[in-house]
């Protein structure tokens, strides 16, 4: 045979690198050369359930355990940031709703904070409150996500159905507010679509006098569970170093004990006028991932009572021309979404549509230690860790 | 003690099956519709039954799936005739910028929410067809856009 690939003649092999080997896999499964015990290729997904949409992670096993992960990506792309060079400024919206489809209202208020960077424009007090207080009732939302589904990987199945009737109340509070239960299309660069209908205040109230009691006993269930603590304490350990090394934020981040919060150390929109911890976890293991999340959502809680108490009068959008463009330059804002560091690089080239967007997806981030969290734990753990990670595939293949 | 947390468990789920049934019999039952929430767009007519649009096109350059079509002619006594105002359904994202633009409210988000269909055919739905279009002379809305003129239009 030639040197070359068995199906592939003219695609050189890489230096020790069998043709065998699935693409994607960092190395050479250990023992296939002695041919003793071997090890064994698991495709874990597309189509998994338990991978949250439609991520492939390659997982090298020897028996039970993991030796080494890898994912691979690319089965959700579709070409988002493309698309965005041929959308003007108040159409980018809708495409970025598909992308992190579990809190929408955290990319459109990247992107409209960037463009409003980048033109120089002045939002409305109000209007910048009105995005804190839709971003924080779609955070609990998408942790509930997360709640549910973590439950879910680790087996517990009736968790996940009370969560989601509790993001039902959510939803439809955010379906009578923006027009959408998930595909908003409420943030524009300037402001916001249209204002808070009225008693929709109320509304809000009137779930929070529910909410606490409501998550008091999903952690009961969950948290409060021994079996469920067992399976969660000390497996998928990050220490704080590797997940700064992969750049790694939000709840992931603190979850290894690094204080970073974008909320609260590069504040925009209302947050800097807001009362809130950070909570932060030791060892960053699942349960302090857990930890983490579940503190977080008693935080929105808190955020959300403020933003609801104190909506100023007001504008709801800042004017802007119909016919935007703003001037040439570049410009990058991030918030902090449910999964971490969401940020949007936008290049101007002072036409009607951006010349580049760039989405700097945070659980794209987050997803990149699967082969350190997952390394030389158990097959059963490495479920319940991708859960404990919190990815979006809309958001990571973008 | 170990296993306290298991039976306090068992407590929430007992508690929860106590909780109010919030799931309804569709579709012999139906939740209200919220009154922002974007579905089919539909075409507005005047009492006399006559189209609101005038055939400018504006919400055609606006729609990001561009998912509209409106072809028109001009008739001889002048003023614009619609021929066909098609809307692809099936392509539509309900984002509601359409509506947003048209400065003359001549369509709007309506709450047509069932739109499963057997025959793929019935995802092009002709919202106008073969009527004369209202003349812009009739007062456009408030907040009216001016329409993209010349080059901006040209490169919109
Ligand atoms: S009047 Fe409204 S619906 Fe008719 S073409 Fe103009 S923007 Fe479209
Ligand atoms: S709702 Fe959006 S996608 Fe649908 S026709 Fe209007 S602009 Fe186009």
Request: charged residues 25%; glycine residues 10%; aromatic residues 8%.
């Amino acid at each position: 045979m030639s040197d070359g690939h068995s199906w592939h003649s003219d695609v050189a092999l890489e230096e020790g690198r069998p043709a065998y080997l699935p693409r994607g896999l960092k190395r050479v499964p250990r023992g296939v050369d002695e041919l003793a015990t071997e090890h064994l290729v698991l495709n874990m997904g597309p189509q998994h359930p338990s991978t949250h949409g439609v991520l492939h992670v390659l997982i090298e096993l020897d028996g039970e355990e993991v030796i080494s992960a890898e994912a691979s990506l690319g089965y959700l792309h579709r070409g988002i940031e493309k698309l965005a060079e041929s959308r003007r400024y108040h159409q980018v919206a809708t495409l970025l709703d598909r992308a992190d489809y579990v809190s929408g209202l955290h990319t459109e208020t990247a992107f409209a904070l960037a463009t409003e960077k980048l033109a120089g424009i002045e939002v409305p007090w109000r209007a910048s409150w009105l995005r804190s207080l839709a971003m924080e009732l779609n955070r609990y939302a998408s942790h509930l996500v997360w709640l549910g589904t973590f439950g879910m990987d680790a087996g517990a199945m009736a968790p996940f159905l009370y969560i989601m009737r509790d993001r039902e109340m959510i939803l439809d509070i955010l379906e009578e507010w923006c027009g959408s239960r998930m595909m908003f299309n409420y943030v524009r660069p300037g402001g916001v679509f249209a204002d808070i209908p009225a008693g929709l205040d109320a509304k809000i109230r009137a779930w929070l006098r529910v909410a606490d009691s409501y998550l008091d006993d999903n952690d009961a269930l969950l948290g409060g569970n021994e079996i469920f603590q067992a399976r969660i304490r000390g497996t998928g350990l990050i220490d704080a170093a590797t997940a700064l090394a992969f750049g790694m934020t939000g709840g992931c981040l603190r979850a290894s004990g690094v204080d970073y919060d974008l909320r609260r150390d590069v504040p925009y929109c209302a947050y800097g006028e807001l009362d809130f911890e950070v909570p932060l976890g030791v060892n960053g293991d699942n349960l302090d991932r857990y930890t983490v999340r579940v503190g977080e959502m008693r935080q929105c809680l808190r955020l959300i009572r403020q933003l609801v108490d104190g909506v100023p009068e007001g504008d709801f959008t800042a004017k802007v021309p119909k016919v935007f463009r703003p001037p040439a330059g570049e410009s990058y804002a991030a918030v902090e979404s449910p999964r971490g560091e969401l940020g949007i690089h936008i290049v101007s080239d002072g036409g009607l549509t951006p010349y580049r967007m760039r989405l700097r997806s945070p659980a794209y981030f987050n997803l990149a230690i699967v082969d350190e969290a997952l390394a030389g734990g158990l097959v059963a753990d490495a479920i319940v860790t991708l859960g404990s990670l919190d990815i979006v595939l809309g958001e990571i293949d973008r | 003690m170990w296993g306290l947390g298991v039976l306090k468990g068992f407590g929430i789920t007992i508690k929860n099956m106590f909780r109010p049934v919030i799931t309804v019999q569709y579709p012999e039952q139906r939740l209200p519709i919220p009154e922002r929430a974007r579905w089919a767009v539909h075409a507005v007519f005047n009492e006399d039954g006559t189209p609101k649009c005038t055939a400018c096109l504006i919400c055609v350059k606006e729609c990001p799936d561009h998912v509209l079509r409106v072809e028109s002619s001009t008739r001889p006594e002048g003023g614009k005739h619609i021929d066909t105002y098609v809307y692809e359904l099936g392509a539509c994202m309900m984002c509601g910028l359409c509506v947003t633009a048209c400065p003359y409210d001549a369509i709007e988000m309506s709450h047509e929410y069932e739109l499963a269909t057997r025959d793929h055919s019935d995802l092009t739905r002709m919202l106008l067809f073969d009527v004369d279009a209202a003349s812009p002379r009739r007062t456009p809305r408030e907040d009216a856009a001016p329409a993209p003129t010349g080059t901006e239009a040209a490169d919109a």
